[in-house]
């Protein structure tokens, strides 16, 4: 626990139990003022070292290690801290899959990321959707919270050693929550009174928590059948009063969302601009979209704009709200300034505000690790970089993701021949009335940039490792295929194409061909036979042209079967004509792990086989001005490698990135 702030009674999880007595505190009177710091993590995906197992090297970027000196400088700064997780915590890293896949951890070992979470003293925590990848009988060993669900074990194992709080998850066996919805902490307020003396009061803090109800859609495989969820509104509703029956002075929402102001639903991703309007809540701790708020110097930043939010202090609906960047690269601090009214605490919202604050500092360098984090993983770590450095093959051509925007297949060739090689031996061995069904692969880009210059793939031409598969294939996916027909593989490839912004051929000025709304992971390039053209000067659902299946347009009526992953089949992505009820073949294997075996059949690759079917295209315009993307610097010769003859670079912004222009054919 933070030194700065002691547990003085109990805590209860459920429902607030009998306590230990404590020595009695003074009486506060009404008017009294307190400082209290509630410090956020979120979306760490189990980046605990300042490390890139892809690339086998450190990066000071990013890294729990890090963020826990941000942490730690905090407690001294405030007299008063919380710290609390917002979810996405366990999966991620090579290391993470490492833990859960490769090497499972034992019912009586905690997880090296609760390890060194515990060792810096959370407070408590949610669950994000990405906990749910590797199953609940895995989630809920490493959580040590046994469920009423099918295939989990009923014992407790080794868990964190802070409260797990989720109220919108439920067992299905049952109808109750999977883990308790909410929690009570009470603590101790280090304050000076009205004479300026060192004193103490007690404080009693609610915390409830809240993960997207598209869990089911995205984990279909591992959820469906054996748990439910509400939506965020509905959880609220039923378990705040319950809470606030709890005489607590503050309920906090730690809730793994963003804010969207589009009509509310049931299933909403990220519906906390309508969670924060609900009474009793006084401060939200979010997570999910991996970018901050409050983020009062980025004129663009998605929450500039939205009605009822204060991007400069960091208020929703007139509550603290923060939400912390991702993979440890800052922490969140809600800076809640307390005063007693009515015999207990209240925030005061004037003198109150929200902040994230990075682990880069202004001069561009980053803050120092913790060193006490590194001792207590690095024989996992260890264990983690022998396991992605075994071979598996070699390749004469680099693969990577730097102009895959753009044309460049190299790095989702491979994994559609991987895809497309594994199903149709399914196929033709299991499902003999698809034998004739024209197969597909879609795969996409999964590091396109989203965190920086160096996320990308870049796997360079040599030896192949486990590491560079896990590097072309982030996610511990599923694979699996799904039978449509020309009709829905068009909107599937309208769907990818909003990656593009619409483009008026007619501007003289500069315009931004990507669309950072839209996550390049969705991004699908679909391959095997088929070829088509994208018209970025039309508007999106109207792009796609020359829809071709081994040279003939393709029929809307045609049969297809697409082999892809869990999460797209069964709805990941909001693809038309996906939502898991046109699944063929749920395969048991990972979609890397597949990879991985093709990689080790066929040894050695070569661009001409496995890197040059550039399958699709832009259509030929003339542009009045420059159509423009950002992507790593000083990368051009791999565009010119990949055949990409059309792309030029034209400034380095001086961060690793650089501005690139892209020319059109013309007509």
């Excluded at 429902?15 to 760490?44: K, N, Y």
């Excluded at 450190?58 to 979810?87: I, K």
């Excluded at 939502?579 to 063929?584: K, L, M, R, Y």
């Amino acid at each position: 626990m933070p030194l700065a702030l002691r547990i003085s009674v109990c805590l209860s999880i459920l429902l607030v139990g009998a306590c230990a007595s404590t020595p009695p505190h003074p009486r506060v009177a009404d008017g009294t003022h307190a400082r209290l710091a509630i410090l956020e993590s979120t979306d760490i995906h189990s980046n605990i070292l300042s490390f890139d197992y892809y690339r086998v090297a450190a990066d000071p970027s990013l890294g729990f290690e890090r963020m826990a000196t941000l942490v730690r400088q905090a407690r001294t700064e405030f007299p008063n801290t919380l710290l609390f997780d917002a979810g996405d915590t366990i999966q991620g890293t090579a290391l993470a899959d490492y833990q859960a896949l490769v090497k499972p951890v034992g019912c009586g070992e905690e997880l090296a990321m609760y390890r060194v979470m515990d060792a810096l003293g959370y407070d408590g925590g949610t669950i994000g959707n990405h906990e749910f990848n590797y199953g609940l009988p895995y989630l809920a060993q490493v959580t040590g919270r046994p469920m009423n669900a099918e295939g989990v074990a009923s014992k407790p194992c080794a868990g964190p050693h802070y409260p797990l709080v989720l109220s919108n998850v439920f067992s299905a066996r049952d109808n109750q929550p999977i883990y308790p919805p909410y929690a009570v902490l009470d603590r101790t307020l280090k304050l000076r009174d009205a004479n300026g003396r060192e004193t103490e009061a007690p404080i009693r803090i609610g915390i409830i928590g809240f993960t997207p109800p598209l869990i089911m859609d995205w984990d279909k495989r591992n959820l469906e059948g054996k748990v439910t969820t509400k939506g965020l509104v509905e959880a609220a509703r039923e378990y705040l009063p319950k809470l606030r029956a709890q005489s607590v002075d503050l309920v906090i929402a730690i809730s793994h969302g963003g804010l969207d102001v589009s009509p509310y639903g049931s299933t909403m991703e990220n519906a906390n601009w309508y969670l924060s309007q609900e009474p009793g809540i006084d401060a939200l701790l979010l997570g999910h979209s991996h970018v901050p708020f409050p983020d009062p110097g980025n004129a663009k930043s998605r929450f500039a704009n939205l009605p009822d939010v204060d991007n400069q202090r960091g208020f929703v609906h007139g509550k603290p709200t923060v939400m912390d960047n991702f993979w440890g690269k800052s922490l969140g601090v809600i800076d809640l300034a307390l005063v007693r009214r009515d015999g207990r605490w209240q925030i005061d919202p004037a003198a109150t505000h929200s902040e994230v604050r990075d682990i880069r500092k202004p001069d561009g360098s980053f803050v120092a690790p913790d060193p006490q984090i590194a001792q207590l993983v690095q024989q996992t770590h260890e264990a983690t970089i022998a396991y992605v450095s075994q071979p598996i093959g070699d390749s004469d051509f680099a693969m990577t993701t730097y102009f895959a925007d753009v044309g460049d297949v190299t790095a989702l060739q491979p994994v559609n021949a991987a895809q497309h090689d594994y199903a149709k031996r399914y196929i033709e061995e299991n499902l003999p009335q698809y034998k004739d069904v024209p197969l597909l692969s879609a795969a996409a880009p999964f590091k396109g940039g989203f965190g920086g210059a160096n996320d990308y793939t870049d796997i360079p031409a040599g030896p192949l490792a486990i590491r560079h598969a896990a590097d072309l294939y982030l996610y511990p996916n599923t694979l699996t295929a799904v039978k449509i027909d020309g009709a829905i593989l068009k909107r599937w490839l309208e769907r990818a194409a909003e990656r593009f912004n619409r483009i008026d051929p007619a501007k003289a000025e500069a315009q931004e061909l990507i669309n950072r709304k839209f996550s390049g992971y969705n991004f699908d390039v679909i391959q095997n036979g088929l070829t088509y053209a994208i018209d970025v000067t039309q508007p999106a659902g109207s792009r796609i042209r020359e829809l071709r299946y081994r040279g003939k347009p393709v029929d809307p009526a045609q049969p297809f079967i697409v082999v892809t992953n869990n999460y797209r089949a069964s709805g990941g992505g909001h693809f038309p004509g996906l939502d898991g009820s046109n699944i063929v073949l749920s395969a048991p294997d990972a979609n890397r792990d597949v990879l991985i075996e093709w990689v080790k059949q066929h040894r050695h690759l070569t661009r001409a086989e496995d890197g040059a079917n550039r399958n699709w295209r832009f259509v030929p315009v003339t542009m009045a001005g420059p159509v423009i993307f950002t992507s790593a610097a000083g990368k051009l010769d791999l565009a010119r490698r990949a055949g990409l003859g059309k792309v030029r670079q034209l400034m380095d912004n001086g961060d690793g990135s650089a501005i690139y222009a892209v020319d059109f054919p013309t007509p």
